[in-house]
């Protein structure tokens, strides 16, 4: 599986259906939407999601401590 570091490609991850390198720190699906046959198993969308979800409880926590 190519989406984990591999020599010379430190902190990158690879996008399987566009064939390219990403940041592993900016990591951001380009087509979320769109299906994805390898969408189970990559690093760049699960990353995505993880930072949605943290934004989306801490904004949660910040309009639950302000009522």
């Keep these: 599986m190519k989406e984990f570091v591999q020599s010379g490609q430190r902190g990158k991850l690879h996008c399987n259906k566009f064939s390219q390198w990403v940041d592993a720190g900016a990591a951001e699906c380009t087509q979320p939407d769109e299906y994805c046959e390898c969408r189970e198993r990559c690093g760049i969308y699960f990353l995505m ?19």
């Design 49 to 67: 999601t993880e930072r949605m979800r943290s934004v989306n409880k801490k904004t949660k926590e910040e309009h639950d401590a302000s009522l």
